[in-house]
């Protein structure tokens, strides 16, 4: 492969008004500031699902040195069943090294490996290093493990006191995994289960007693909106918002073990994260940047501990600070493109 890039052929879905997956955007904008980027698929301008990778490269006389299938360009609609949203590009009839941004590796996983396959990609990332050696053998394509980055232009700095003793947003997976419910029926009290959104300032006597003494917000993904456009769930600017107001956050691995966004996110605003045990492919050490806990009761003894030591807490937090520097989205990039010798 040659080592100088300089045009990038990219295929996604314009994600430009996606209220929730931010690192969409953020892996298309760190490409366009670097690279001449030409943008081809769904929602984009001049696109044409009928034309081929080939039709698409006479029609607009662009010559790309790599093309990359961003981790936007999937069907996520489980009831459909298909994964590529346009089996006509037949990227496997162009002769030009493909790059593919593997994303939510816990739907159609089988569907988006004959993707792969059938359109020889040379080169795929995934957050889930443990399966990127099978997922080579079924493929024939190199896979390389990518962990998310982050854009530390969405993080707000506040310097306010922090409102909350202990939070938690997003998704609960109930489905996928325990850790996260788990939680939730240790803390609330067994009537308010159902409830997705919760802050203590007004509704204490929806967590037990033992936790009275304490500001706990609890806010979940898939509430019945407001009203239509307006979620119940902090979103955009107010999300980051609400991570600096924060002291200790509740996150764990997500469906199949995925290490999201969320864990940068929190470093950068300065919230501790506390977590179960886990390895995290070595990315987070207990009491060094985040803090982990083994069960329920030690959950309970973690939880209050923290919130009483401002100093231990605040040593653990400056710690991530620092270290989600490394997970710039920049680094994040030009790293992989060092990896497939492309820089």
């Known amino acids: 492969m040659g080592k100088d890039l300089k045009n990038i052929l990219y295929i996604g879905i314009d994600y430009s008004r996606y209220k929730t997956g931010y690192y969409q955007n953020d892996l298309l904008e760190t490409l366009q ?41 999937e069907i996520q609609d489980l009831n459909i069943t298909r994964f590529d949203p346009n089996p006509n590009l037949k990227l496997n009839e162009l002769n030009i090294p493909k790059l593919f941004f593997l994303n939510k590796e816990y739907k159609k996983i ?37 962990p998310f980055g982050l854009n530390f232009g969405r993080i707000q700095k506040s310097n ?62 898939f509430q019945k909106k407001i009203l239509p456009g307006h979620s119940r769930v902090p979103t955009f600017e107010n999300y980051f918002k609400l991570l600096t107001k924060i002291k200790i956050f509740l996150n764990t691995k997500s469906a199949v073990g995925i290490i999201g966004t969320r864990f940068l996110e929190l470093m950068a605003s300065k919230s501790m ?16 940047n985040c803090i982990m806990y083994r069960d329920l ?28 520097f490394n997970y710039c989205w920049e680094k994040i990039v030009f790293d992989l493109l060092n990896k497939i010798k492309f820089i």
């Open 297 to 324: 009761n030690d959950f309970d003894e973690k939880l209050f501990y923290y919130v009483k030591n401002n100093e231990e807490r605040e040593k653990i937090v400056e710690k991530a600070y620092q270290d989600s």
């Open 273 to 288: 994260i506390l977590c179960p045990e886990d390895d995290y492919y070595g990315l987070y050490q207990n009491k060094v």
């Open 33 to 73: 500031k670097s690279f001449n980027v030409m943008c081809y698929g769904i929602g984009f301008s001049g696109y044409n699902e009928s034309l081929s990778i080939k039709d698409v490269i006479n029609k607009f006389n662009f010559n790309p040195d790599l093309i990359i299938i961003s981790d936007t360009w």
């Open 110 to 146: 089988d569907l988006k490996l004959d993707f792969i396959k059938n359109n020889e990609i040379d080169y795929v990332t995934s957050v889930l290093k443990h399966e990127c050696r099978k997922w080579e053998e079924t493929t024939g394509s190199t896979f390389i493990w990518k």
């Open 160 to 221: 306010k006191k922090r409102k909350y003793d202990f939070g938690f947003t997003g998704a609960v997976h109930e489905r996928w995994i325990q850790s996260r419910v788990l939680i939730k029926n240790h803390i609330f009290e067994k009537k308010y289960l159902n409830f997705k959104r919760i802050h203590n300032l007004y509704h204490k006597k929806r967590f037990k007693e033992k936790y009275s003494g304490l500001n706990i917000y609890w806010g979940e993904w």
